[in-house]
């Protein structure tokens, strides 16, 4: 009986374990910032969680969308970050059409592709 119950409390802990893990694939967004330049285009510092494992699985991307869909700008995260998490990276030079006031942040891995995390981020206007 004790072998038994062992056995079950193992498969359950094995198949929570596969369920976290499933879900562990996408990345996260933790916090994104945003200012002005005086030039009028925008900076934007994303922070990244993700647990990357080397060129074969890592966080790749991610990129500014007005809330009509549109693409504003994109940063391509160009290796893995596999001792740095969460991890920040910004882009600068991004041009937000006049009367937006929040933007949509959405990242990437190579493996799972989009995550289904958008990041509203309001603008300080």
Do not use: C
Not at 33 to 46: G, H
Not at 89 to 103: A, I, M
């Amino acid at each position: 009986m004790r072998f038994l119950s062992a056995l079950i409390a193992l498969t359950l802990i094995g198949t929570m374990a596969a369920l976290s893990n499933a879900r562990a694939g996408d990345v996260k967004i933790v916090k994104a910032e945003a200012s002005q330049a005086a030039d009028k285009t925008w900076r934007f510092d994303v922070t990244l969680l993700h647990a990357d494992t080397g060129w074969d699985h890592y966080a790749d991307l991610w990129e500014v969308y007005a809330p009509d869909g549109t693409l504003l700008g994109k940063r391509v995260l160009a290796h893995p970050h596999v001792n740095e998490q969460p991890f920040t990276r910004s882009l600068s030079g991004v041009e937000v059409p006049d009367g937006t006031h929040e933007v949509i942040i959405k990242a990437r891995d190579s493996v799972h592709g989009v995550s289904p995390q958008e990041f509203e981020l309001k603008l300080p206007r």
